[in-house]
């Protein structure tokens, strides 16, 4: 898929988004305990502070260096420390298993739905929810269709559905995700 990302509501971080699968992942990853457009531009601020956006640079970056990068003002997240550490460790993960190429997470031996979703639950900081929630998010916006991809996305990859970011294409939909995300919350409640 060609269309440009509006995840971050904001020009230049979405289109980073939108062409680096790094960056996408940084920001799902970002995506908890602060608003997503925050978490989605992210990416951005760190490839704006490093120069670029680069998995290896990130990896091998000193843990209180990479701190100081996610700590200037604005922060990149309201947690700075602790979320630099879960990049980091994301970063040297990909480095590890998958020589720095995140798209090797859904083209390596041609993996259905099941696969992708495994893989994805074994990144640092990825339960079962945000492995699902990115999975929708391939699928639905990326193009990135496994066989039986919405199958292993579980509600996330219902066509139509306003659940989650994976179905954020611009800000009446982010509006609707918000509604969906709030009613939910008040039926858990009740």
């Known amino acids: 898929m060609t269309r440009t990302l509006c995840l971050a509501q904001d020009p230049a971080a979405d289109a980073l988004l939108t062409e ?3 960056a996408l ?5 970002l995506d908890q305990q602060i ?12 490839a704006d502070r490093l120069g670029e956006l680069d998995v290896r640079q990130i990896a091998e970056l000193d843990p209180e260096a990479f701190a100081a990068v996610m700590s200037q003002v ?9 979320m630099g550490k879960r990049l980091q460790d994301l970063a040297r ?10 798209d090797r997470l859904w083209t390596e031996g041609e993996p ?13 900081g990825f339960g079962d929810q945000k492995a699902r929630i990115f999975l929708a998010l391939l699928g639905k916006q990326r193009g ?8 292993a996305a579980g509600a996330y990859g219902e066509d139509g559905s306003r659940r989650s970011v994976a179905d954020v294409v611009d800000t009446m939909t982010l509006t609707e ?4 995300k709030k009613a939910a919350k008040a039926a858990a409640k009740a």
């Open 20 to 22: 680096s699968h790094l």
């Open 25 to 29: 992942l940084f920001g799902m990853l």
């Open 35 to 46: 608003p997503m457009e925050k978490a989605f531009k992210g990416p951005r601020v760190l």
């Open 74 to 82: 604005p922060a990149v997240h309201r947690f700075p420390g602790s």
């Open 93 to 102: 993960f990909l480095v590890e298993h998958y020589d720095g190429q995140v």
């Open 112 to 124: 259905d739905g099941k696969e992708v979703l495994k893989r994805l639950k074994a990144l640092p």
């Open 144 to 151: 990135v269709t496994p066989r039986g991809w919405r199958a």
């Open 177 to 180: 995700v918000r509604e969906f």
